[in-house]
């Protein structure tokens, strides 16, 4: 099957091809040819299967080779990295075309995006809190929009964007074309779909017979000492076959001090999380999908973000907080095709969160294997050489300077005799006095 056979004009597979890209994905297979007649579709597949195609092509299609200079296509995600990377997939299937594309979030300056709506940009992809201030601003009309799409819709409702996603629903005219493409697909969703799309087909792209986790991701879980992890990252992250990994954290802090701690012990690290400047966020992203940086370290908020076709391995430095978490971080290996590795931690007070998460995905590891750094199956699991340590080079890391040893009732001072062995000084007038007006035993004289 080619994307030529599924209806896609030339011009557009050819856009496609200079990239490599050439064979349509099952969602891409199932879901251009609904679309591209007009029908509203809820379109369900696992995170790393082609969603992005699967509702822009078909909306670059529609909107035709030279469409009017207005905004009339409309893709709301929930995050900012994502938000670049769709507008940078649309843009590469518009190559040859004169459709524009402009990506819409917040964290960067108004002026710049304003100018691109202003020239007439007709696909717009938007996180939602970016799009609803510029559209009450007057600098967004959505009045013109005929194609809308909620991208990873159970992560926009997960993060509580339900009330902007239908603000945005109110703004845009009730006979558009409406997409809904998600991992997951909750009861909240459908009676969204209900409300806003109009007798949608829903579309599944995975096989009955797999399980909730992508077949083509190999799951190993972990007990793991908080103690030792820095050391057991460090050793798989010199496994065979290790490419671009990414290594998920709980906290801001978190992410930035195992960052840290990777560049300390010799590897290519960076870090991803909400305290980074979004152009910072921006530089570390860019690095990493260029292969200057090769591990990623972030927190849960980039998880949708990395669409990266080449991650090898994720390791989960914490437990997720539940299935989807899990799925969504995992997902980010094993992408277009291609095979992964996901290493999760379980702490130990995280066993009951890892037992429900093991429940809900029937991944049969309800108590995970207690692991160390010179643990014999964590090398041979990973395909870790024998004698591998977690440093690359010795650390560079400044120590503070240890103080002297302090004795009771001595010196400070290092080269100072102990106090022991100090003659004592002589009893005159003075001293007496001094011991009496300074606290000591003697009372004053009257």
Request: glycine content about 8%; aromatic content about 6%; proline content about 5%.
């Amino acid at each position: 099957m080619t994307f030529a056979e599924l209806g896609i004009d030339a011009d557009i597979v050819e856009a496609l091809a200079k990239k490599g890209i050439t064979e349509p994905f099952p969602i891409q297979e199932q879901a251009i040819p609904v679309a591209l007649t007009g029908q509203d579709i809820i379109g369900q597949a696992k995170t790393g299967t082609g969603k992005t195609f699967g509702f822009g092509l078909p909306l670059i299609q529609k909107l035709g080779l030279n469409p009017e200079k207005s905004a009339q296509a409309l893709v709301v995600v929930p995050t900012r990295e994502l938000c670049i990377q769709v507008a940078e997939d649309l843009a590469l299937a518009t190559a040859n075309r004169s459709t524009q594309v402009v990506a819409i979030y917040g964290g960067k300056s108004y002026e710049g995006q304003i100018a691109e709506i202003d020239a007439g940009a007709q696909i717009i992809v938007g996180t939602p809190g970016r799009l609803i201030d510029l559209a009450k601003q007057k600098k967004l009309d959505l009045g013109k929009i005929t194609f809308m799409v909620l991208d990873e819709a159970d992560e926009m409702l997960d993060l509580g964007f339900l009330p902007d996603v239908e603000r945005l629903f109110a703004m845009t005219p009730p006979l558009r074309q409406t997409l809904m493409f998600s991992a997951t697909m909750p009861s909240t969703i459908l009676t969204l779909a209900r409300k806003y799309q109009n007798r949608p087909m829903h579309i599944r792209a995975n096989e009955a017979e797999e399980g909730h986790t992508k077949a083509d991701i190999k799951q190993f879980i972990y007990r793991a000492h908080m103690l030792d992890k820095d050391e057991v990252v460090g050793r798989i992250l010199q496994a065979e076959g290790r490419g671009k990994t990414v290594i998920f954290c709980k906290t801001k802090r978190q992410a930035s001090k195992v960052s840290d701690e990777l560049i300390d012990r010799g590897f290519n690290a960076t870090a991803l999380h909400g305290d980074m400047s979004q152009e910072a966020r921006e530089r570390s992203m860019a690095a990493f999908r260029s292969g200057k940086k090769e591990i990623l370290v972030a927190t849960e908020v980039a998880a949708r973000g990395i669409d990266v076709d080449d991650v090898t391995h994720v390791i989960n430095y914490t437990v997720p907080e539940d299935e989807k978490n899990y799925l969504h971080r995992t997902g980010r290996t094993g992408r277009a095709g291609r095979t992964g590795i996901a290493v999760t931690f379980v702490d130990w007070e995280d066993m009951s969160r890892w037992q429900n998460i093991n429940t809900a995905l029937e991944l049969g590891v309800p108590e995970p294997v207690e692991t160390y750094s010179s643990s014999a199956h964590l090398f041979e699991d990973l395909g870790i050489p024998a004698g591998t340590k977690g440093r690359l080079r010795a650390s560079t890391a400044v120590r503070p300077e240890k103080k002297p040893e302090q004795r009771r009732g001595g010196d400070r001072r290092p080269d100072a005799r102990p106090a022991e062995k100090r003659e004592p000084r002589p009893a005159t007038d003075r001293n007496r006095q001094r011991r009496r007006t300074h606290g000591g035993s003697a009372k004053p004289t009257e």
